[in-house]
């Protein structure tokens, strides 16, 4: 077995790691998406959304409160559509409370 006993940053490792560099990639997208639908989101509301994990066509949102959540739901067609105009392939919006 071949062991590292020196530090490697964190974009090295997920470079030399297939399974890190997938990971790596999802994460940056779910970024790119939040970044994306922002603006539909009201105001108040953007510091409560948080991009959360991508699986296939479903998307999930970490949102702090119910009220939030109540509100974000609402939006969800007109985000979804949002999205599929900028070509990302959406089919599902998911909410998750964070506590």
Do not use: F
Not at 35 to 49: D, H, K, M, N, S
Not at 54 to 64: E, Q
């Amino acid at each position: 077995m071949n062991r590292r006993h020196y530090a490697i940053s964190l974009q090295q490792a997920s470079e030399d790691s297939p399974t890190l560099a997938k990971l790596a990639a999802l994460t940056r997208e779910s970024s790119e998406r939040l970044q994306a639908i922002e603006l539909l989101i009201p105001a108040a509301l953007r510091g409560t959304v948080q991009a959360g994990p991508i699986d296939g066509t479903s998307w999930c949102l970490l949102v702090k409160s119910n009220a939030a959540a109540a509100k974000i739901r609402q939006l969800l067609p007109a985000l979804q559509a949002h999205l599929r105009s900028r070509g990302w392939e959406v089919h599902s919006i998911r909410l998750k409370i964070q506590s």
